[in-house]
């Protein structure tokens, strides 16, 4: 995990923990390499964050397939749409919201290029970082349907918290003279 290393150097020493945690969570996961490295990018685009992007492109080519790197633009974008509208939904709490259609198309949740289940991952990734709780309850329920274990759906939440901390430790580093 060359790059990644090389981004986590620029880390703070108070952010020590965060850069020990990026080569952990990547490297010991119960997640496949697929669907851990499409985690990982899924949760670099929505973090808007280009340098870790490109980090994570490189340290996982092996695994990210175009389907996968698709299926990571893909997540980004419905869920982007998807966490505001359902989290207002969930906000004002009012029946009558919930009786009225989306009306947001989102056919792409039903047929990714990848798996069902990696892309479920991506999305739950997607939905922690943005706070939705409806959408992160609706992924998580559709994983346990789908039969992933707890643990990768655990570890999936674990990457997308960490390369979180990474973006925040990253901007701590600007400027600091090591």
């Not at 309850?137 to 349907?145: D, G, I, Q, T």
């Amino acid at each position: 995990m060359q790059a990644l290393d090389t981004l986590a150097a620029s880390f703070p020493e108070a952010a020590k923990d965060i850069r020990l945690n990026l080569r952990a969570v990547l490297a010991e996961s119960t997640l496949a390499p697929r669907a851990r490295w499409l985690v990982a990018l899924t949760s670099a685009h929505v973090l808007a964050d280009d340098a870790l992007r490109d980090a994570v492109l490189a340290d996982g080519a092996e695994a990210l397939d175009d389907a996968a790197r698709d299926d990571a633009l893909a997540a980004t974008a419905l869920m982007a749409m998807n966490n505001v509208y359902y989290r207002f939904r969930h906000m004002v709490g009012k029946a009558e919201y919930e009786r009225l259609p989306a009306r947001l198309r989102m056919t792409r949740l039903a047929a990714p290029r990848t798996s069902k289940a990696e892309f479920e991952l991506a999305a739950l990734a997607a939905s922690v970082l943005t706070g939705c709780e409806m959408c992160v309850r609706a992924h998580e329920h559709s994983l346990v349907e789908l039969g992933v274990p707890i643990e990768q759906v655990h570890d999936a939440v674990r990457i997308a918290a960490v390369l979180h901390a990474a973006r925040a430790s990253r901007r701590l580093g600007v400027g600091v003279v090591a």
